[in-house]
C-alpha cells in the first residue's frame, strides 16, 4: 500500500498513552502539583519555546536550503528532534492548564498527611526511617525523596497522622510502615 493512504498520528492523539505509567493520572482526577513542581514546568516550557525551538527551525531550514533532504542528516534529525519538541510542547502546556496548584505551608491539619506533606516513615520490620515528600506526577523524582501522590506508598500515607501504621503493596511485597514525623514546609 501506498505511504500516501497510511494514516501516520500527529501524536496528539497518543500521547497520554505513550506516557509511562507512573506519568498518567488517574481518570478524573485533578492534576495536583506544588509551586515548585509547577513552576519548573512553566521554566521547561518557556525554554523550549523561546530558544531550543527557534534555534532547531533555524538549523532545518539551513539544512533545507542545502538541496536533497532524503540524504540530508541535518535535515531529517532536525524534522524529527522537531517534531519531539512541539510533542513536549503540548504536553506541557496542557499539564499546566490542568494543573491545581496546592501551597503546602497553607495546609490546616498539620498532624494529618495530605498532598505535599514531607513524612518520615520506619519500616515495622526493619527499623529503617526514609523521608519522603508527596509530591505531583510530574515532579516525583524518588532519588530526591519525592514521591508522586498517585504511588501505592503515598496513597497509603494520605490522612494518617503522626504514630499510625499503614500498609502498602511494594514490588517487594507488602509492608508495613509507621509514621515518624509530618512537616509542612
Known sequence: ?????????DGQDDEEEELS???????GSKNYMTRRGYDALRAELEQLVRTERP??????????????RSENGDYIYGKKRLREIDR?????????ESADVVDPERQQELDQ??????????DVETAEQQTWQIVGVDEADASDGRISWISPLARALLKAKEGDAVRFQSPAGMREVEIVAIRYV
Open 1 to 9: 500500500m501506498s505511504k500516501a493512504f497510511t494514516r501516520e498520528g
Open 21 to 27: 505509567p507512573s506519568l498518567r493520572l488517574p481518570a
Open 55 to 68: 534555534r532547531l527551525v533555524e538549523t532545518v531550514a539551513w539544512a533545507a536550503g542545502n538541496g536533497d
Open 88 to 96: 513536549r510542547i503540548r504536553f506541557l502546556i496542557k499539564r499546566i
Open 113 to 122: 498527611v495530605f498532598f505535599g506533606a514531607t513524612v518520615t516513615i520506619e
